[in-house]
T-cell receptor, first 115, second 113 residues
């Protein structure tokens, strides 16, 4: 199968610091990776779409300078939450697709708590 | 533009009863449709998908869904609910390979012993 690993699964950071979340496709090359944010009891909200080697495409209302996305290789994308604030606390989920595949494979999510 | 509507944010069924979770979609192109399940503090697990082949799709854990173009629906069913089915379920639509997914708001399934 296709496995996507997200790390860390939980992180607590102080307000004003930055946090990096990694998303790796373990057994396939991910042509496209997506980053979602999920608030409690709500659906997934797409934040950005990234293709390897190019700049991420951000959804309307998502601050690209705050949520830095890097997709440096076909197996790794990172999301960095810069100068985190308590309102950034959320569940962040990545997903990846591979060439000619119709489905997306999801990481296990990262619970970010900013204190 | 694509969108997904899940009717009923909460569904409760008795153990052994039929599970029916509703999903309607809108799409300007032939859609690819998916059902995912999410357990607390975890990512999403694919239950089943429709990608223009058979309209009745069977998935894991005894779930199935039927694509009805005339009704723009893709409802998820399971004949007999199990306690382990209690989770959040998301319907999603995409335009195909490599394209982004649009998710419904989710349905929380509770199974009553």
């Amino acid at each position: 199968g296709a496995v996507v690993s997200q790390h860390p699964s939980r992180v607590i950071c102080k307000s004003g610091t930055s946090v990096k979340i990694e998303c790796r496709s373990l057994d396939f090359q991910a042509t496209t990776m997506f980053w979602y944010r999920q608030f409690p009891k709500q659906s997934l909200m797409l934040m950005a779409t990234s293709n390897e080697g190019s700049k991420a495409t951000y959804e309307q209302g998502v601050e690209k300078d705050k949520f830095l996305i890097n997709h440096a290789s076909l197996t790794l994308s990172t999301l960095t939450v810069t100068s985190a604030h308590p309102e950034d606390s959320s569940f962040y989920i990545c997903s990846a697709t591979r060439d000619k595949a119709t489905e997306a494979f999801f990481g296990q999510g990262t619970r970010l708590t900013v204190v | 533009a694509q969108s997904v509507t899940q009717l009923g944010s909460h569904v409760s069924v008795s153990e052994g009863a039929l599970v029916l979770l509703r999903c309607n979609y809108s799409s300007s192109v032939p859609p690819y449709l998916f059902w995912y399940v999410q357990y607390p503090n975890q990512g999403l697990q694919l239950l089943l998908k429709y990608t223009s082949a058979a309209t009745l799709v069977k998935g894991i854990n005894g779930f199935e869904a039927e694509f009805k173009k005339s009704e723009t629906s893709f409802h998820l069913t399971k004949p007999s609910a199990h306690m382990s089915d209690a989770a959040e379920y998301f319907c999603a639509v995409s335009e195909g390979s490599g394209n982004q997914f649009y998710f419904g708001t989710g349905t929380s399934l509770t199974v009553i012993p």
